[in-house]
């Protein structure tokens, strides 16, 4: 434990990371200390930095010769699949902006993101899931008239498309010199740390997604951050659970993987059974994912016959943990957990550290990461007494630059001092921990009286006949408003009102207790797994009131 404990919501950690770096030249670096080591696997396909290397210069050389350079603004649309990672690594040695797009989104988003950032080209897969999204560019091409290249994987599809593979495999030896790309593109084109890495989009539940703007130096310092926390070396293998198109899995793992030297094990999409095959096959050290992941790991009928000794480990953010997901994970896995706190705007600004207590694991999100700052404020932006709730702040190496081409919406989360109000009621401990409390949004005010759901939903978890749990607040007539636990049964096993009333009764305050319980099959979820909540809050609130009238 730290010493002198604290009186005043506010935490700054020491140790910043020296900025001034990019992740090409971080790449670079990589490829000369590791080049027969591991760097990413998918399915029975893998590569050792120094292949990676070789590919990855192919690609940049043949995106340089179609035009694209610095600056540009380039769309990645993969599933977890090795041209990702080429794709990014690619752009990122160009000094290319990466505008990731997550394979689960349609026409309206995809349209709105590569009109909004001005793409010039976009690398995607051409079909997933059973949908074209060759058709569905070549239906929006015309719509989109900065769009110059549409490069797809395997082969073209439409006469405007472009291979990637043939891209990569380009005989471009007789045009380009060997060491064009360091000797005359770089010193034409400079890529420089506070360059734009990403515009990446955040997964909003209302209206248009905003695009976040994120440089080489706030990308890789967070990177940096997690590597330290979490002891990350060449020897570690990840297990890449959630999209790299989005700020969990593309900045903790993937980028954290570049700069230390460790290998990313990709799982296309999330399958259960598939999990736990890829962490015995290929000995995965450190599985990265939402709580929901490893709790269905948990339940799954064979979970003890798989070998997962490997596991040291498993890093978990996204959403809240319940403390006794977290108990379980780290006694039935037999490994340490490490838990996240973050937004698209900070990326994990808090971890907890390997030496962390398991009670600070399972109560807390750990301290800010080196070189950020957190506090927790009132209505009045002043910073609160420990203990007691407010917003959480964060600010430092980590934080966005702002929203692309957005400033009213950048000056609603970041203020003149460099601040970012994440909109998360949570509240500080005498230590510097976070405890996240729910969102402030979400914050049911139940006839006067305040409840916080992720404090129901915690106890819930520990019923044994739950599998996952959302409690929500939905319009009352009498209370202005109810709360309604929205429940996934654990498989083979149901219950009634009062069965789970009565395991509550002792638990928590009266008024607490859920008013209304409504069992589902699933919940509407972000691409990222974050549970839609405002989706959710307006499916069980028309439920609700269906069954009210009749």
Request: aromatic share 8%.
């Amino acid at each position: 434990m730290k010493a002198n404990p604290l009186t005043h919501s506010y935490y700054y950690s020491p140790g910043e990371i020296p900025p001034g770096v990019t992740l090409g030249e971080y790449f670079e670096r990589t490829i000369q200390k590791f080049p027969q080591k591991a760097a990413c696997s998918f399915r029975d396909k893998s590569h050792t930095w120094g292949e990676l290397g070789k590919i990855v210069d192919r690609l940049t050389l043949a995106l340089i010769d179609l035009g694209i350079s610095r600056g540009d603004k380039i769309a990645v649309l993969f599933p977890n699949r090795l041209e990702f990672i080429y794709s990014a690594l690619a752009l990122a040695k160009i000094g290319a902006i990466i505008v990731p797009i997550s394979e689960r989104l349609r026409k309206r988003e995809i349209l709105h993101i590569l009109g909004h950032a001005e793409v010039r080209a976009i690398i995607m897969v051409q079909e997933f899931w059973g949908f074209s999204f060759s058709d569905l560019l070549s239906n929006i091409l015309t719509d989109l008239p900065n769009l110059k290249h549409v490069i797809v994987s395997g082969k073209a599809k439409y006469s405007h498309e472009i291979s990637m593979d043939e891209l990569i495999e380009k005989n471009l030896k007789v045009k380009y010199a060997p060491d064009y790309y360091h000797r005359v593109y770089l010193k034409e084109h400079p890529v420089e740390a506070d360059d734009l890495l990403e515009i990446i989009f955040t997964s909003g539940t209302t209206g248009n997604p905003k695009g976040v703007m994120h440089t080489h130096n706030s990308r890789c310092r967070a990177a940096m951050g997690t590597i330290e926390r979490m002891r990350v070396t060449s020897d570690d293998i990840w297990l890449v659970m959630v999209p790299l198109s989005h700020t969990t899995a593309l900045v903790n793992s993937f980028y954290a993987s570049v700069i230390s030297g460790s290998c990313s094990g990709l799982l296309e999409t999330w399958n259960v059974e598939e999990a736990l095959k890829e962490i015995q096959r290929m000995r995965v050290t450190i599985p990265i994912g939402v709580p929901t992941m490893p709790i269905m790991m948990l339940q799954h009928p064979d979970f003890e016959k798989y070998t997962l000794s490997s596991l040291r480990s498993m890093l978990v953010g996204g959403a809240p943990l319940p403390v006794e997901v977290a108990k379980n994970i780290m006694r039935k896995f037999g490994c340490k957990l490490t838990s996240g706190y973050g937004m698209t705007e900070t990326a994990a600004s808090n971890l907890t550290s390997l030496d962390d207590p398991a009670e600070i694991v399972c109560r807390t999100v750990g301290t800010p990461q080196p070189g950020m700052e957190h506090k927790i404020v009132d209505e009045y932006r002043r910073i609160v007494p420990i203990g007691q709730e407010g917003e959480a702040c964060a600010r430092g190496q980590n934080v966005f630059v702002g929203y692309y081409k957005d400033p009213d919406r950048t000056a609603q989360v970041m203020d003149d001092r460099g601040w970012v109000y994440s909109g998360d009621l949570a509240k500080m401990d005498e230590f510097g921990n976070l405890i996240i409390v729910g969102r402030i949004k979400d914050m049911i005010v139940r006839g006067g009286e305040n409840i916080a759901p992720t404090e129901i939903e915690e106890i819930l978890y520990t019923f044994p006949k739950v599998k996952q749990a959302a409690v929500i607040g939905v319009p009352d007539e009498r209370l202005g408003e109810a709360s309604c636990a929205c429940i996934i049964a654990a498989e083979g096993k149901s219950f009634s009102y009062e069965e789970l009333k009565g395991y509550l009764k002792d638990k928590v305050a009266r008024y607490k207790i859920p008013d209304h319980i409504v069992l589902m099959e699933e919940f509407p979820t972000t691409p990222s797994g974050k549970v839609r909540k405002v989706e959710l809050r307006e499916m069980v609130s028309k439920s609700i009131k269906s069954a009210t009238k009749s």
